[in-house]
Nanobody
Framework: QVQLVESGGGLVQPGGSLTLSCAFA????????MAWYRQAPGKERELVAS???????KYVDSLKGRFTISRAEGEKTIYLQMTVLKPEDTAVYYC???????????WGKGTLVTVST
């Protein structure tokens, strides 16, 4: 069983920065593709960025250059560095772990990011 715990959310002013963390509790972290999703009020959950087992990263085009995803194998943690934050980045940010070949996927409970003055 895998548990994911996000942290690092909070209130930040427009133009500010924030780094989110997702701690992976369980085994075989190195075999899981990891990703960050977000869900804004009244909208569907959307992919923000992903990082594969080999470290290959993908980003939503609109966020490239502002957000950076990374993973620390020894810590079993992934991060999302967010810069030049905008009010439209306000959302609950979720972490996802996926072992595609085995059909396993897990979600965290989310952490709220609010970008506002």
């Amino acid at each position: 069983q895998v548990q994911l715990v996000e942290s690092g959310g909070g209130l930040v002013q427009p133009g500010g920065s924030l780094t989110l963390s997702c701690a992976f509790a369980g085994n075989m972290f190195r075999f899981y593709d990891m990703a960050w999703y977000r869900q804004a009020p009244g909208k569907e959950r959307e992919l923000v960025a992903s990082i594969g087992v080999g470290g290959f990263t993908k980003y939503v085009d609109s966020l490239k250059g502002r957000f950076t995803i990374s993973r620390a194998e020894g810590e079993k943690t992934i991060y999302l560095q967010m810069t030049v934050l905008k009010p439209e980045d306000t959302a609950v940010y979720y972490c996802k772990a996926e072992w595609t070949s085995l059909g396993r996927n897990y979600w965290g409970k989310g952490t709220l990011v609010t970008v506002s003055t």
